[in-house]
């Protein structure tokens, strides 16, 4: 796998209108990629279509994270549409003070930040694996929380939205290794990272600053889409494109496992059906 060439590979970018989705988008086209960039305004994924393709060859996918329906809609006209999919990058996030529920009835957080990139990635698991040797990086953050509480997924308890964000952070590396585990047998490596404190609308709107680059923050996530040394490494947690080490309950297979279940029960809870990983 070694012979990774970014150059003939396609993209999938979530969240990226804007930030470091965007920045990562740029990035990539410039070395060659084809990427396909995701949003859920129309206005402004029309916008960047028109400011990305002078770097090369793009497309879009509209929907709202939110709703686990529009998830389901883009990811089959991402089957249909594309030949293959060498890397997912799982980029869309938010942060919110308020407590706010989704289309779904799910903390919204939650819903846009584990439950939409949980949903999606399985359900583009078949184009990844007809598309192996591919990559699958996950967007996380080292404000991600060192314990889990079950009982309070959704804020059931009491909601703070920087606990939430936490929570939602630690989710992504807990699925990033489950999956990791279950795709091991697999071509498809599945990695994620901190991006850094970049100054981004979610930073400013969670901590009320700002921090380096957008430049800064994509570095990371275009080196796991992009290195051929990262092509045997899977299952791990990166920052400053160097493998680090989150909290140790990232550890714990039990624990990811159960968030595993859970996340299945909340999609299938509304009709959906999970594509199981053989």
Known sequence: MS???ISKKTILITGSTDGIG??????????????????????????TIKELSKYGNVRAYRA?????????????????????????IN????FSHQKILSEDGYELTFAINHLAPFYLTLLLIPLLKKSAPSRIVNVSSMAH???????NLQGEKGYSGYEAYSLSKLANILFTFELA?????????????HPGVINTKLLREGWGFGGASLAEGAKTS????????????????????????????????????ELWKRSEKLIKDKGLEILYLK
């Open 64 to 88: 709202d994270f939110s709703s686990l329906k529009e998830i389901k809609e883009m990811a089959d006209k991402i089957l249909e549409n594309e030949e293959k999919l060498d890397v997912l």
């Open 222 to 257: 275009v080196y796991l889409a992009s290195s051929p040394d990262v092509s045997e490494i899977t299952g791990k947690y990166f920052s400053n494109r160097r493998v680090s080490e989150p909290a140790r309950i990232s550890y714990d297979s039990n624990v990811r496992k």
């Open 145 to 151: 929380s060192s314990s889990i509480d079950f009982e």
């Open 3 to 5: 012979d990774w060439n």
């Open 181 to 193: 585990e279950k795709l091991r047998s697999s071509d498809i490596t599945v990695n994620c990272l």
């Open 22 to 47: 965007k920045q990562t988008a740029i990035e990539l086209l410039k070395l060659g990629a084809k990427v396909l960039i995701h949003g859920k305004s129309q206005e402004k994924i029309e916008k």
């Open 91 to 94: 980029n869309a996030g938010i």
